[in-house]
């Protein structure tokens, strides 16, 4: 019977400038059981991919994407080199290679916001990887998850603007709020996706919460509470669902570490577009990445500039 096997993990929870980007990556298999538990890719494609960067011998790297992301003062090898292979060539398997960020952008439904910062010429794609490598990458790809009935459902990315997410966290007075509602959009999408007569969805919890009950039922109604421990939150209908909340499931779950990737991705991509509008304006301005103590160092350096700016559009009020 088909599964839907399905992963939701986030990049940019913690910045001061820049997107929240929340992703969802699904995968369907075409034979599996209940009792055959989460199925593991990582060893279906062996032969393709791998689990980290050490042990990859030339292999597809899918993995937290804070292991994959390199130093932005490398010289060697692009920051964004592992992760995009891994996005790029997955998406490859289900139709054309992105070729810029605004064609990424619309197959991921990423919005990418009003802001003027966010606005301007496409970025070609790939950023870091020889083009023709990559779509033999994705051949290959694409040929052994064929043969062992495995597909790409879809990778959706989405991006929360700094207004919403300060509207989100003064209506709610919680920061947790902008994640909820992230989570929620998605789980809707995934319990609609056609001929599926089993889902298993695991998110990566980065919390010290562990109830989602309630948070769960806004989607599925009446859902059963199988476990709320510091080890793991895990829900259910019958055979039909599971829903399973834990720590660092991105090295456990392989939806949940092509998610963590796309965020990721999607994230650095949309600084670039952040960076690239404010050198063409300060051109001795070192970009940033947005992350708290180098937003400050930033914000300082373009004081001058962002005097006119509203700044609840450019600044997290949390």
Request: proline share 5%.
């Amino acid at each position: 019977m088909p599964l839907l096997f399905s992963g939701i993990d986030e990049a940019g929870y913690g910045p001061m400038l820049g997107p929240l980007c929340v992703s969802c990556a699904s995968l369907k298999l075409d034979s599996w059981s209940p009792g055959d538990g989460a199925p593991d890719i990582w060893a279906l494609l062996s032969e393709h991919i791998a689990r980290t960067r050490k042990e990859s011998k030339g292999r597809i790297v899918f993995a937290d994407s804070k292991t994959l992301k390199g130093a932005n003062s490398s010289t060697k090898t692009h920051p964004l080199t592992h992760l995009e292979r891994g996005v790029l060539a997955m998406l490859g398997t289900k139709g054309s290679i992105p070729e810029s960020d605004i064609e990424l952008f619309g197959a991921l439904g990423v919005a990418v916001g009003d802001e003027p910062w966010f606005q301007g010429d496409p970025i070609p794609l790939p950023v870091g990887n020889d083009p023709g490598l990559l779509k033999i990458d994705s051949a290959s790809l694409r040929t052994l998850m064929e043969k062992k009935g495995i597909e790409l459902a879809s990778i959706r990315v989405g991006a929360m603007g700094v207004s919403k997410f300060n509207a989100l966290v003064q209506e709610h007075g919680t920061k947790a709020a902008t994640t909820s509602v992230m989570l929620v959009e998605h789980l809707q999408r995934v319990k609609t996706t056609p001929d599926i007569t089993h889902t298993r969805v695991t998110i990566d919890r980065q919390s010290g919460r562990t109830h989602y009950a309630r948070l769960l039922s806004r989607v599925w109604g009446s859902i059963e509470t199988l476990e709320e421990s510091q080890r793991a939150s895990r829900y259910g209908i019958g055979d039909e669902l599971g829903v399973v909340l834990i720590s660092k499931a991105e090295d456990a779950y392989f939806p949940v570490a092509l998610a963590s990737m796309s965020a990721k991705y999607v994230r650095e991509l949309m600084m670039m577009r952040f960076n690239r509008y404010w050198s063409s304006r300060i051109p001795e301005i070192k970009p940033t990445a947005g992350y708290v103590q180098d937003a400050r160092r930033w914000l300082k350096d373009a004081e001058s500039l962002i005097q006119g700016v509203d700044r609840s559009t450019l600044i997290r009020n949390a």
